[in-house]
Structure formats: structure tokens, C-alpha cells
């Protein structure tokens, strides 16, 4: 099953009703841990120059293009935000929720990150080379 919400605040499902036409489920609202009074800087400017390198070779991927993104400032929005935006599979988006640390959960984002950009460059590389040699393309 898969479950998508906007909402204003993080929460927990504690379980499901399907006695109805339409699925119902009890909540539980969770409280971000707080914020460090001010957060690494390396780690603001990491995941910048991280999110920014991913998410132009994702692009690129799709033959589109992005002069990158302005990331939220305070920290829990931005871990939010390049966490949505992940093409990873669900149980990694999973664990990135589970995260109630923002920081833990940037970090983690971040780790994802770097484990994906070799292949991405590579496929990147392999795609460029496609779409610009062989029979035909300078005609």
C-alpha cells in the first residue's frame, strides 16, 4: 500500500481501519527533536553542493536541465525538502522519514546522495555519449 500526504506536521501511523469503503488509521503527531541553536556549516554547505550536483545529473538523466535549487534555510525544511525529492526506492525513503533528527536526517540524505552520484555520473556519461555519436547525429 502506498500512502502519500501533505500535511503541516510529521506523524506516526499506529494503525489502520479498514472496516469502512475508505481507509482510515489512527495518528500519532510527532515532535521534530529540536534544532541545534546553529547547525554545521560544512553540513549546510554539503548538502548545497550535494543536492545541487544530484539533482542536475538526475535532470540530465531526462535529457531536461535546472541551474540548481535554493534550498529552505532552516535546516529541518531543507532535510524535508531533499528528502522528498530522492528517486530512491520506498524502504530508503522509509528510514529517511523514521529520521526525527533533522540533522540525522540530512546526514543521511546526504549519505544517500553520495552512494548514488558514481552510478548517476556514469549513466550520465554512457547517455551523453549515445545522444552525441554514432550514424546519422552530425547530419
Known sequence: MNLFSIGEQRFRIIAVNTTSPYLRGEVELLDQSPVAAAPPPQLIARSRQLFDEYLRTHMALG????????????????????????????????QLLEQLSPEARLAHALEIIAGELPDMRTRLEAYQRQKTSGFGVLN
Open 63 to 94: 535529457g531536461q536541465w535546472t541551474r540548481g535549487v535554493d534550498l529552505p534555510p532552516e535546516l529541518a525544511e531543507a532535510a524535508d525538502y531533499i528528502a522528498t525529492r530522492l528517486d530512491v526506492p520506498a524502504p530508503q525513503k522509509q
